[in-house]
């Protein structure tokens, strides 16, 4: 590396992402700055022009290479104007040339940073037109020459800089990126993580790398170039030093010429690379920008999920891994799945690698069940994130060597000697009495549900207290599993409750071996009224499942349940039995499963009521699959006497039925279904609901409905619920007939009651 001329220095402020700053204190120093000094934001520093060049083309964490031109107290837009007017701008570049102001910083006293862009730009041109009659022109999109302002408020007095901009865009822009993905990571941040989870000494001695989250491929690109000895910048073309007066240009032809002499002879040493992305868009994106990059026959691209990822070559090398993270409870619930998941696959899959995980909630880093030897604070844009930087050790507990080592003076560097991996060892349970458990319950219930022809069924539920879950199997055909755990009671350890869903998820994909999409996680604890029916997500994936003859929409995803109860299965399929010829009345009707066993069970009417328009509408999609013609009824008219084949109608079921049951003309029905919510304090409800206060009185309000001859079904899942007396009615407890070998455990999920005219 050439060394900075002393005799010929300028002054240097090269910026760069919050949390860098010492990194990039120690890069500036091996680039050949001298009096570098760190601050927020950035690092002060001197150099000659070449110097400068070098930084601008060699940094990978810096954003811009500024050249402060003025320091001053700031009293107003006045002062700004003074100061910025004092600069013999017309020495620094020529007045063909466009020019921006760009604005950074806080200020007490000048508060709109348009405005103070506005005062610079005049102050500008009024010096050039004082010297030549002329102004140059203005260019938001592409200027010749960037003057970056920065106002500074936290001092006692304000102040401001003014400063030439000799990067022009910041140089996190490579010239690589073609197209990209939503909120890509920017490629200096991405260089800052590399190093910091030791990579350039990893691919010194030949490791590899494998990204788990590609994206657009900018991990894949840094860490190629790294290894490569590429310069960041030798694929840019334009720099805000060109069109400065006092460039030097056989200077910057040199050291460029240099930087691909170095490439060229560096691509040799760039180690195999990896990237896996399940959105084959992301990876159509991420290979062409591999191309764009040079890196062609360097890295391999696949469509695939994370924890299916496999190690490259014989010496370990380094996981990383920048996964998505989402606010809503669903994404929530996905996260904590996939690290579950991508924890036991590391540590089954890549023994004596590093791994890096990048995130912007720490806490779910500790759901992958490794230990972060080292813990690094970063800023992504505005969030606060962390790296989590992790040796995987070998299942059987022992650690591989590591891949660095100390020189005499007590600095890491690399071990450029082969690392081997250790043997594979035949697969540990990670929790064998569950997993036992399991596959136990799978031969039992599985055998049941083939003879039974039921596709969908429980397959586990909290059978083991250690283990707090309920495991769901659903059809579609392809296989999918639901599986909600249980809040853990106080008395069990956070941790405690982590490791142990970590390993029952980890067992659960390796015993139904499903693909990481195909298992869906939720967190069930005590909900409120309909809170369980509220929308949890946004993936809208909605898969169809069949049972007993009917064709029905469930989403495993966005909401706690999936749109079917699995443990009404027995009472669907009773009502489908006896609704031949019958009206029947589906009450509180959710997504309108019993409707539909109803009406492919030959009913002449069914009509379904629920105060839900989401849910309504699911029941529509429901008819619609199983082409069934229906009709949707206005829930403040009453019934008409004819009632339509197959009708949904939308209303607070116990006003209606408060309503509907006084009205002489309304139709009887032969069979009525009625599962109400515990407890609801709906804002669409007049007044709350409990049903263990009002159950009697909605009893009475359906039986008014009830056909002579006709049956109600009630139904509850209140754990203690105590059916008070009705008089005058016959009542049979069904709850055992309403029971499938898959819920046959203590406590019953429901009571259900078979309620006639006595």
């Known amino acids: 590396m050439s060394e900075t001329n002393p005799t010929n220095l300028i002054q240097l402020f090269i910026t760069c992402p919050r949390g860098i700053e010492t990194m990039l204190l120690d890069e500036v120093r091996t680039l050949g700055a001298v009096e570098c000094k760190e601050t927020i934001g950035g690092v002060h520093a001197k150099s000659d022009v070449p110097g400068a060049y070098r930084l601008c083309l060699w940094s990978r964490l810096a954003s811009r290479v500024l050249m402060p031109l003025s320091k001053f107290p700031l009293d107003g837009v006045d002062s700004l104007y003074a100061a ?87 140089l996190h822009r490579r010239g690589w990126r073609a197209r990209q993905v939503e909120a890509p990571l920017k490629e200096n941040l991405a260089a800052a993580l590399l190093i910091r989870s030791g990579w350039p000494a990893i691919a010194a001695r030949g490791g590899s790398l494998v990204d788990l989250f590609t994206g657009s491929g900018t991990f894949l690109v840094e860490a190629g170039w790294i290894a490569g000895d590429h310069a960041p910048g030798l694929m840019r073309e334009d720099w805000g030093f060109t069109h400065w007066n006092a460039h030097q240009p056989q200077a910057w032809a040199s050291l460029r010429e240099e930087a691909l002499t170095r490439a060229e002879a560096g691509f040799k040493n760039i180690p195999p690379l990896a990237g896996i992305d399940n959105d084959p868009r992301a990876i159509s994106i991420a290979r062409d920008n591999g191309k764009r990059a040079g890196l062609t026959g360097k890295v391999d691209f696949t469509v695939n999920e994370a924890t299916l990822a496999k190690p490259l070559g014989d010496i370990p090398g380094l996981l990383i891994a920048n996964p998505p993270y989402g606010e809503r409870l669903s994404d929530e619930a996905e996260l904590i799945k996939l690290h579950s998941l991508l924890g036991g696959q590391v540590r089954a899959n890549f023994p004596g690698w590093k791994f890096a995980l ?199 995803d966005d909401y706690l349940d999936t749109g079917l109860f699995l443990d009404h299965r027995p009472m669907r399929q009773r009502i489908q039995k006896e609704a031949r010829n019958k009206k029947v009345l589906n009450l509180f009707c959710y997504t309108g ?91 669409k409800m007049e007044d709350s609901w409990d049903i263990q206060r009002d159950h009697v009185s909605l009893i009475g309000d359906a039986m008014q409905l009830l056909a002579p001859g006709g049956v109600l079904y009630f139904s509850t899942n209140r754990q203690r619920f105590k059916l008070d007396a009705l008089e005058g009615l016959k009542v049979e407890d069904i709850t055992l007939q309403t029971l499938g070998e898959d819920y046959k455990r203590p406590p019953a999920p429901h009571r259900a009651w078979r309620i006639t005219h006595g």
């Open 593 to 683: 499963t019993a409707s539909i066993h109803a009406a492919v069970g030959g009913a002449d009417h069914t009509l379904s009521v629920d105060m839900s328009n989401t849910y309504l509408d699911w029941l529509g999609q429901n008819f619609e699959l199983n082409g069934i013609p229906f009709t949707e009824l206005d829930g403040r008219a009453p019934l008409p006497s004819r009632l339509p084949p197959h009708a949904t109608l939308r209303a607070d079921c116990v006003e209606w039925l408060q309503r509907t049951a006084q009205d002489d003309r309304a139709p009887k029905f032969d069979l009525i279904f009625c599962d109400p919510p515990t407890f609801s304090n709906s804002k």
């Open 358 to 556: 990048f995130t912007g909630k720490q806490e779910l880093g500790f759901r992958l069940g490794i230990k972060a030897d080292k813990v690094y604070s970063f800023f992504n844009g505005a969030i606060p994130c962390k790296l989590l930087v992790m040796e995987v050790f070998a299942q059987r507990g022992e650690s591989v060597p590591r891949p660095d080592v100390m020189d005499e003076h007590g600095e890491m560097v690399a071990d450029t000697s082969p690392v081997p991996v250790a043997p594979t060892e035949p697969r540990k349970s990670p929790a064998p009495d569950f997993e036992n458990r399991l596959k136990k319950n799978l031969a039992h219930l599985g055998k049941w549900a083939r003879r039974s022809e039921v596709t969908n069924y429980r397959l586990y539920d909290n059978d083991l207290p250690e283990y707090a879950v309920a495991v769901d199997i659903y059809a579609t055909p392809e296989l999918h599993v639901v599986v909600q755990e249980y809040a853990p009671p106080k008395t069990i350890e956070a941790a405690v409750a982590e490791r142990r869903l970590r390993q029952a998820l980890q067992v659960i994909q390796h015993v139904l071996e499903l693909p990481m999409d195909n298992l869906h996680y939720k967190l069930r604890k005590a909900q409120k009224g309909t809170a369980q029916y509220q929308k949890q997500g946004a993936h809208e994936r909605y898969h169809v499942v069949t049972e007993h003859g009917c064709k029905l929409w469930a989403n495993f």
């Open 84 to 170: 910025a007017n004092a600069i013999d701008w017309p020495e620094l570049f020529d007045v063909n040339k466009s020019f921006l102001i760009e604005v950074a910083g806080r200020s007490n006293t000048v508060t709109h940073t348009h405005y103070a862009a506005l005062k610079v730009k005049d102050a500008i041109a009024d010096r050039f037109r004082a010297v030549s009659g002329k102004r140059p022109d203005v260019d938001p999109e592409n200027p010749d020459i960037r003057i970056h302002l920065h106002l500074d408020g936290r001092t006692s007095g304000d102040q401001a800089q003014l400063s030439l901009d000799l990067s022009g865009s910041s």
